[in-house]
């Protein structure tokens, strides 16, 4: 039987006693392939932010952290992905954060030099990536699956559920590979990261009971976030599939990709390998 953390209870017991049921909250989980959209030939940046206007939702969730949002443009395009920050100011007050970066750099700005030097998720990333004891032909294998729905994507090839299925694999047979060894926080990290956006995101829709919420998502988080709302909500949540806007969000000539370089599956975390 599954268990509830602490934080979930609190999220869960916001509402007071006796409160009459609300109408069923909508949300839906679209994920996003950051970098990649600008080379991308069906998943545009445009085809993206066109997507969800189409999907006319009340309030739009952001890959960034709250506390981030209004700090300069400058200090956004060092840390967040390029359709997270236009995502926020389009939708403006209607756009919230529900990022989470781990408790070092909580409630206070992220450093210059974090990703590069003072982050210890990424130098134990750099680190697992020039170490030859872990490859692995089945993460491999895997890595070329996903690849090739990346390759192709769409909307709603990328949030079909197959991605979604291919990267619990991943995940699993990476947290499988590294127990035990001096990486194993890495896959811990992913996991308790994912469960700290999905919380962030209920706590949201707790507060704004009966909306139609977007949320855009790096596509590897996607999975966790359908699986723990859909658990933790039950009946009251309607996830929205993609394919209430099918074919509406498609590109004009002047927002086809631009010449930029494509970014493997590791930087469908938001800020580097796996994150």
Known sequence: MSRLSPIAIAVFCAL?????PAAKSQIAIIGTLHGRHAKS???TYSTLYSLIRCLKPDYVGVEMRQEDLPRPRAYLEANYPKEMIELASE??????GFDWLGDDVANAPIPADWWSKQSPIKKMERALDGDLRFKDPLLDAISAREEAILADATPEKLNDSRYDDFNDAYYARLAYLLAGSPYEALPEFYARRDYRLALNVAA?????EGSRIVVATGADHRSA?????????GDSLRIVPVEECSGSAGDSPKSRPEAAPAPGKSALRGHGARE
């Open 16 to 20: 007071p006693l006796g409160a009459a």
């Open 204 to 208: 949201f829709a707790r507060r704004h």
């Open 225 to 233: 976030l359908v699986r723990l709302l859909g658990r933790w909500f």
């Open 41 to 43: 030939p069906g998943y």
């Open 91 to 96: 939708w403006n007050a209607r756009a919230f």
